[in-house]
């Protein structure tokens, strides 16, 4: 539970700051000081941390127990990369209204109500009898982490200012970053022993209970109507969910079919025309001083945009990169489920650890620098699995070891400097807004890194045949790595360019 210290704060979103201080790189609105004692700052720090990792701890599960679950529900292997792309594409389309929702609400309710539902699709994903079932709950876990990624965010700059708290600030944002390596490992670890023991529903079952209770949430929903820009969010929220409804259907194996048909034709057109008219939207309500979703003025914020920009494609590349190895380990090199979960934790203890250089070397790192040099390690890690794996080989130590070991690396280093590049940059009221902006790009880039992967996937069945062969198969995962290596290199040139003026981190600039 978070802590009380944690302030419900107003609707503070109409009118916006002037959009010369949105733009400015490294403004911080001077915000009271509030003592807190160890005991409370271990506890706030502890209960977004949770939050934060319980949904990585499902991915995990998902990631070596979807071979399984497969077996068991019967999804057609055309489907089986959605229950985890599902998680995603929610949480995606919907991170920028519950986001505006937490500045609303206040950001401990909104990590409250996150937790809950996340409870309740756990508890129902245990239930789940057939593949529709299944993606729908991990639909209904996107819409959890979309009201618990942003409140925690929120919640932690509101806590610890960056005048008063520097420190504690930037512990944290590596905490969340940590709380997300342990929370996935301990996904993998809990999925490959149950999977192999009792039984892949115990996994869910555990997670629910993990996720513990919930505080009774106050009464304050009044203030919703007027208070956010329900236009705004419908607006952006059809463009994302039409535009990952099309991105399903491309990945079908008679996608060629499918895809010339009018209806679909139609809603990928009225996908595209939904951007422009969103922004026309987000002019108007600032120009009337209402309430705006995401202020175009945000994005003159440039270190933000392609901050932004990197992480979009940063967790493009690492979630598909290792959804692609369990694949190859269970399926071409025939190794069981808890095998497959235990090859994966160097990935957890290297991100553990990254995390806790973080906090050490923080105040040293320059952005410009130590971004673009993460993200060349999270390319690095594709770039081996393509390279040196084979059907006969080779083993665990000379190749998949190191990728399993690198891939987090440049995730967990960006998400810190990011969140703490993000916080400084904006003003209090708005640090949630831009927190969810930032999340929902990460997992749109989630998404769109498996879906494409998949469509490439199914491209080359189509070109080579049928994948009656484990050679065959191995090619299409190759194919994959080979994409994600891409996205991991053009990251290191968008970061370094947008990156090139911040110096340092957690230090005011006047």
Known sequence: MLSNEISERGSVLAPLPDPRDIASPMIVE?????????????????????????????????????PVISKDLHIPPDLQLWPASAFALACGCLLLPCGTVADVLGCRRSCLFGGLIQTSSAL????????????????????????????????????????SSPRRRSIAFAAMGGGQAVGFGLGLVLGGVFSDTIGWRWGFYTTAIL?????????????????????????????????????????????????????????????????????????HQFRLSRPTLIPNALWANLPFTFMCITVFLVWGTLNASEQLAALYFEDVLGKST????????????????????????????????????????????????????HVDGPGYWRGPFQAMALNPLGADLMYTIAILVMTAAFPSQIQALAGGVFNMLSQIGKSVGIATSALIARQITAETGKLDSLESLLLVYKAGWWYNCSFGFLSVLVSFWGLRSIQKVEVKRE
């Open 211 to 283: 996720n513990g209770a919930v505080l009774a949430l106050a009464r304050s929903f009044s203030r919703l109507v007027h208070d956010i820009d329900w236009v705004g969010a419908f607006l952006i929220s059809a463009c994302l969910a039409l535009l990952s409804s099309e991105l399903a259907v491309a990945t079908e194996s008679n996608a060629d079919q499918t895809m010339r048909k009018p209806m679909n034709i139609v809603l990928v057109c009225t996908a595209v025309a939904l951007l422009p008219v969103f922004a026309l939207w987000m002019c």
């Open 30 to 66: 001077a915000e009271p000081e509030v003592p807190l004692s160890l005991s409370r700052t271990v506890a706030i720090n502890s209960s977004l941390t949770c939050i934060t990792g319980i949904g990585n701890l499902l991915a995990g599960l998902l990631t070596v127990c979807i």
């Open 338 to 389: 808890l095998t497959t979960s235990l090859y994966f934790l160097p990935a957890p203890i290297c991100g553990l650890m990254m995390n806790i250089a973080i906090v050490a070397f923080l105040p040293r790192l320059r952005p410009s620098i130590a971004v673009p040099v993460a993200c060349l390690v999270n390319g690095i890690a594709p770039l081996l699995l393509a390279t040196l794996c």
């Open 124 to 163: 129902g994903a245990c239930l789940a009898g057939t593949s529709t079932q299944l993606i729908a709950l991990r639909v209904i876990g996107g819409l959890a982490a979309s009201f618990c990624l942003p409140g925690a965010i929120g919640a932690a700059g509101h806590v610890f200012p960056a005048s």
